[in-house]
């Protein structure tokens, strides 16, 4: 298991938000989410301009064992998609918490970030799962 970046936001979905410095939030999913998937093939990403609802279908991640969404853990605008995935998907295998990330959002409010998990507490997550 790798080591958790200590500073990003988590969902129970296994998704990943980091603060970026423009205002914007960065969105991938977990180690754990891609490792489950398997081998990423394909990436289906939403339209810049889009809005997304909290807990919404934005985006859908392929594997050669199953297709998953990628739900928005907050509410915004898609301000920039990672276009690189439409030719590499297997970048969110290989750097999840990097290069790999999908989408960045405006977000439309305040995020909650009670309704997130620390890395401590998605670890307890991962944890629980295991056992």
Partial sequence: MSELPGD???TKEHEWLRREDDGTVSIGVTDHAQSAL???VYVELPEIGQDVEEGGDMAVVESVKAASDVYAPIAG??????????????TINSDPYGEGWIVKLQP?????EGALMTPDAYQELLDEEEA
């Fill in 38 to 40: 398997g081998d990423l």
């Fill in 77 to 90: 605008t898609v301000a920039a998609v990672n276009e690189e995935l439409a030719d590499t998907p297997e």
């Fill in 108 to 112: 439309s409010g305040d995020i909650d």
């Fill in 8 to 10: 990003l936001l988590y």
